[in-house]
C-alpha cells in the first residue's frame, strides 16, 4: 500500500511539473470500436478470417459460422449478420480459401462449401480426422495456413488434474496436407490456442499449466519438444520426428532453459509473459504486416490474452540463430476473453472474444472488437536488443536527454521460472540487474543501457523499467516496462566507459545480490494457520468445506459462523486454475483483491496475499486439485464479512460472503 501511495505522489508532482500536458492513455493512440451484434446470436469466436470482399467470417464455439458484412460500420454504420452453418462441435479455427472454408471441430477438419451460391454453407466435408476420448479440454485449433501455403493444426491436452494426451496426437502440432493427411511437426504443447507465422518461421503461444512455469511463446522446429512431455507418449509412433521419450524428462524444478542443456530437443521459449505482469492465458498472436498502417510497430507481433482481456506487443531479433526479444504491454480493455485476432483490410485489427468457462477481466460473455490506430503516436519503448554488454532500447520518438541519462530513470531485474509437474511456476533467482553506464544517442532515438557481462543470464527474463523516462514534451512513455527473454548474448563491440552519457555511480555491491524479499508468506503465520491449534481440544466447533468451479467461483457463495468460533475451512481446489482464499473485513474485498494485483514480481512469493489489515486469515495458492486447511478463531463482532481469491484477475468473480451472528 505503501508504494501505491508514493507512486500516487510521484505523479501528483509530475503533473504540476507539467500541468498543461494530460497523462496520455492507450485509447488515445488504439480506439477500440465495439460491433454491434444482434441479441439472438451468441457470437462466442472461435475462430475469424477476413475476406477479400470485407466481410468478417467467425466460426463460435456454439457451432455456427456467421457472415459478417460491413464489420467496419460504414456508411449507415451497421453491419449485417448471415448464419453461414450451423452444427458444428466447437470450432476454434476457421480459415477462407477463395472457393472453400476449411473449420476445425473436436474431432476433424472439415470444409465448408456453399455450392449454389446462397450465401449458406450446403456442402460439409470432413477433411481430417483424429480421434477423440470425449475428455472436456481437447479443444481442437485451425488450420492456420503459413506464408508457403502449407497448413497447421494442433490438439489441445486432455485434463484429468493433469495434462494427458488420452487420444492420438493430444499435445502435438500437426502439418495438414491438401490432401487431408496429418503429419506429425512437433509435440510438447499444453494448450496451443495460439499459432502461425513469424517472418515465415512457425510459432506457438503457450498458457500456464503443469510443466508450464508461465505464458510463453515457443519457435517450433521440425521434431521439437516444447515442455510437457504428455504428447511424448506417441513420439515412437511412426511419422513422428520427436526422438524424446517421457522417461527422458527430469523433473527437477531446474530453469527449462538449464534442462535443455542437456536433454537434446527440449526447446527452451523464445519469450516468457511473466504471469500476472503482462496477462495470464496466452492466446492467438499476429505479425504486424500493415506496413505503418496500424501504426509504428511494424514487423512485430501482437499476442492476445484471454484472461486478462489485454494484447501484449512483443518485438524480436533472432541472435546466434536463435529467435527471443521483449514483450511489452500494449492494450488493455477489451470486453471478454480474446481468443482471436485478424487484420481487416484497412490495417485495423479485429479482435474475437470469448469467456464461458475460461474466464476474464472483460466481463461481457463475447465481442467482436476492432482496434484502431489514431495516427497519434504513442511514445514507448519501440525494440530492445541484445549487445555484449546490456541491452539497447530504441524509442517511437526522441526522450528528453536530462531524463534518459538520468541512472534513476531505471531499473532493471533478472528472473526465471522452474520447469518441472506442478502446475505453474513461483518467480525464481530474482536479481536485481545494476548498471554500469548510460549511452543516450545524439537523436535522443537510443539509449544504451550498459551492464557488467557478467550479470547478464541466459534463459532469464529481464525486465526493464523506464519508469523515469520523458518524452520531449514532458509526458512519461505509455508503457514503462518491457520483459526481455535472453536465449543468447549478442557478439559485437562493447563501449568504452570513455564514450558513456552517464557513469553509474557504484553503490553497494549489487552485482549478486539476490533481491531482499518481503518475508515470505509461505510460511504459517497468524492469518495462515493450517495445524489445529493445540488448545482446540475438542476439536473445531464446525468444519466448513469450500471447493471452486470453473468460471472463476466459489461453490457456495455464502457461508455462516458463530461469533468468537473455532472454524476449521477445507479449501478443495477443483479447478484447473490456482486460486486461494482470502477472509477480509467487511466490504474490502475488493481493494484486498487489487492490492494483490498490484503486487507485480513479489506477487507470486506472496502468494498473491497483500500485506493489509483488512486481510483478515489466508491459506496460500493452491494448486489444481489440492486442498489446503486453515483454522482461526471467528471476528467477535457480528457482521457480513468477505472471502475472496485474490490471484490476479479472480478478485472481482471470486467473491462469497462470510455471515458472523451472536
Ligand atoms: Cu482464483
Redesign the pocket.
Known sequence: MKNILLTSLISLGCLSAHAQSKPNKEDDFYRLVTIPIPENIKMEIGGMSVLPDGRLAASTRRGEVWMIGNPYMKGDGKPSFNRFASGLHEPLGLLYRGKDFLITQRGEVTRLVDTDNDGVADLYESFAKWPLSGNYHQYSYGPVAMPNGEMLVTLNLDWVGRGASQSKWRGWMLKLGEDGSLTPWATGLRSPSGFGSYRGDIFYTENQGDWVGSGRMTHLEKGDFAGNPAGLRWSKEEGSPVKLSPGDIPNTGEPLYDVAQRVKGLKPPTVWFPHTIVGISTSDFKEDVTNGAFGPFAGQMFVGDQGHSIITRVDLEKVNGVWQGTVFPFREGFMSGIIRMAWGLDGSMFVGQTSRGWSATGKEDFGIQRLVWTGKMPFEMKTVRSMPDGFEITFTSPVDKKTAADQDSYKLNSFTYKYHQTYGSPIINTREVPLKGIVVSEDGMKVRLVLDPAVLRKGYVHEIKAEGIKGTDGNPLLHVSGYYTLNEIASGTPVSSSQFTTTVKATADHSNHTMSAEPANSAPSAKRVTEMPASWTNGPDQVITIG?VPG?KFDISEIQVKAGSRVKIIFNNN?D????LVITKPGTANAVGEAGLNLGLKGSEMNYVPKSNDVLFHSNIVEPEKSESIYFVAPKQPGTYQYV???PG??SL?QGKLKVSK
Open positions: 471452486t472463476l479447478d486454475m490456482l486460486h486461494n481469491c485474490t490471484f479472480h478478485y471470486m
